[in-house]
């Protein structure tokens, strides 16, 4: 009997670890929207087709999608009132695993990806599921982790106060829109910037 509930609790919490998936393997949009404060889904499908992240302030969610597939989404932390994250999109500026902010005194900002020259950037940090940063998106440690190596210098990062419907494909990125000449520019900007 013992051997049986031990089992049957095995198999319990791999249920409950184990991401939702859509038919395709990604991600299913439930699962991205019932997470709970620091934790995350991460379902990749195998594509190598470009990535790009979708942070939504309404939802306190960034959803990260392949091509037009959602992949992982998380809980994050937004700014807090009047330290709001800025809305608009974004490309990576700069990767740096291991950052200590300018700004806030010496703050570890993990797995960082600036977004804007102002320090602006999402990193590994404290996610209560509530806006309460300085204007950075955080978060949850593992997942900044797997972000930052699946992304580039140039992926596009959409910043939004409204609530996204995860089930429609992201908007459009630089790439799409201009031929990639935003990213170019930025990476070159990086490429000559003393810092």
């Not at 940063?133 to 930052?148: E, N, Q």
């Not at 419907?165 to 990476?187: K, L, M, Q």
């Amino acid at each position: 009997m013992l051997k049986g509930l031990v089992i049957a609790g095995a198999a319990a919490v791999a249920s409950i670890a184990a991401p939702a998936l859509a038919s395709d393997g990604a991600v299913a949009v439930e699962t991205a929207a019932s997470l709970a404060p620091n934790r995350y889904v991460w379902a990749e499908t195998g594509s190598i087709e470009p990535i790009s992240i979708v942070v939504s302030i309404a939802d306190q969610r960034a959803y990260v999608y392949r091509g037009e597939t959602m992949v992982a989404a998380t809980s994050v932390s937004t700014g807090r009132d009047g330290k709001e994250t800025p809305v608009g999109t974004y490309t990576i500026l700069q990767k740096k695993e291991d950052h200590r902010s300018n700004l806030y005194n010496s703050a570890p900002m993990p797995f960082m990806q600036r977004l804007t020259w102002d320090g602006i950037a999402i990193h590994a940090g404290r996610n209560p599921g509530f806006p309460d940063s300085h204007g950075c998106i955080r978060v949850p440690a593992a997942f900044a982790k797997k972000l930052f190596a699946a992304t580039a210098l140039g992926t596009t990062v959409t910043v939004t106060e409204d609530s996204v419907d995860a089930s429609a494909p992201p908007p459009p990125t630089f790439a799409a829109i201009d031929g990639g000449e935003v990213a170019r520019a930025n990476a070159a900007q990086l490429a000559s910037a003393d810092r």
